[in-house]
């Protein structure tokens, strides 16, 4: 992935940067109009404490290969976060930081979120339900959705392409707190970490006691 080097070395030199509490943003590309960068910024900084902040290097804003390549918008790689530089809104746009600032969080804490084994319990158990409602829907589930709370290839193709994330919405409420929750353990823990920064935090204490446990001990502030 050369071309992931070559952007940091462009992206080092580009006038448009901006700081999160130590954590650098390089705009590579510009983005819209529309959108704030002091407000998306200072947002995130308000709400997600510096140590957990401090598991991200650096942050690129961009039209990265990656994204075409994968169909996302948004990536965690080794200490760094790549975020397209063509978002809807302010909102899109902290979802986006939001989200991947959870998967460096995940990587630097991983024994700390797993370890007891609770979270990922939690998450089977919302997965045989799931695999329960699809069957009486008709929508043949895969077996790897009851077996492995890993990413899967086939799990995610099923409920993104055969299912759909429309229609996996309805089903999944009141069980995950979205769809794309659904597709493993570690985008479980993922869009839970994103609900919390944006304050829903009853929702996830209710739908997920394993994982509010785990927010509460992670986004304590140090003293």
């Known amino acids: 992935m050369s071309w ?5 070395k462009r992206s080092r030199k580009l006038k448009d940067h901006y700081s999160m509490r130590g954590t650098d943003i390089y705009i590579q590309d510009p983005v819209g109009d529309h959108i704030d960068l002091d407000f998306v910024f200072e947002y995130v900084t308000a709400r997600v404490p510096a140590k957990l902040l401090d598991s991200i290097d650096v942050i690129y804003v961009g039209n990265f290969p990656e994204f075409k390549d994968r169909e996302i918008n948004a990536y965690y790689d080794n200490g760094a976060v790549f975020i397209t530089n063509e978002q809807d809104n302010d909102r899109d746009m902290i979802d986006d930081i939001v989200h991947e600032i959870a998967h ?33 829907h008709d929508l043949r589930p895969p077996k790897e959705l009851m077996v492995d ?25 009141g069980i995950f707190v979205s769809a794309y929750a659904a597709t493993s353990v570690n985008e479980y823990y ?31 502030e140090d003293k």
């Open 149 to 173: 709370p890993s990413y899967n290839q086939i799990i995610d193709d099923y409920l993104y392409e055969e299912v759909g994330y429309d229609v996996l919405n309805d089903l999944v409420n």
């Open 4 to 8: 992931i080097t070559e952007s940091m």
């Open 190 to 220: 993922a869009r839970g970490f994103e609900e919390w920064v944006f304050g829903h935090r009853k929702e996830i204490k209710k739908l997920s006691p394993a994982l509010y446990r785990v927010y509460e001990d992670l986004f304590e």
């Open 104 to 136: 460096g969080v995940e990587e630097r804490y991983n024994d700390f979120v797993y370890s007891d084994g609770s979270v990922e319990r939690e998450f089977m158990a919302k997965r045989k339900v799931l695999f329960r409602i699809l069957n009486s």
